[in-house]
Nanobody, 126 residues
């Protein structure tokens, strides 16, 4: 049984930092593409970051480039999203997603991922 559990969300002021973690169980992390998505109120869920050891892919969305970094620790079965210089527009629920058979050209598409965590709230406000 695959389980993804996000943690690390919270309230932070603009310019601040947060570190989100996704603990994965029931899978061999080395074989899975792991991604972060986010969903703000009234908006569609959007791609944030992805890491895939199988394909060597590791990148973030243009909207967070230079501020967010994604990494993985296979030994701990954990994926981390380091978020720096947070802005009000980063406010959303952040979700961890996983799948073993993600098509490289479609890594940004949420339809590629079968497994999702419950999400963690990130609020950026002064």
């Amino acid at each position: 049984q695959v389980q993804l559990v996000e943690s690390g969300g919270g309230l932070v002021q603009p310019g601040g930092s947060l570190r989100l973690s996704c603990a994965a169980s029931g899978i061999n992390l080395r074989r899975y593409t792991m991604a972060w998505f986010r969903q703000a109120p009234g908006k569609e869920r959007e791609f944030v970051a992805v890491t895939s050891q199988r394909t060597g892919s590791n990148f973030v969305a243009d909207s967070v480039k230079g501020r967010f970094t994604v990494s993985r620790d296979n030994a701990k079965s954990t994926v981390t999203l380091q978020m720096d210089n947070l802005q009000v527009e980063d406010t959303a629920i952040y979700y961890c997603a996983a799948d073993e058979r993600v098509i490289v050209s479609q890594m940004r598409s949420r339809s590629q991922y079968d497994y999702w965590g419950q999400g963690t709230q990130v609020t950026v406000s002064s």
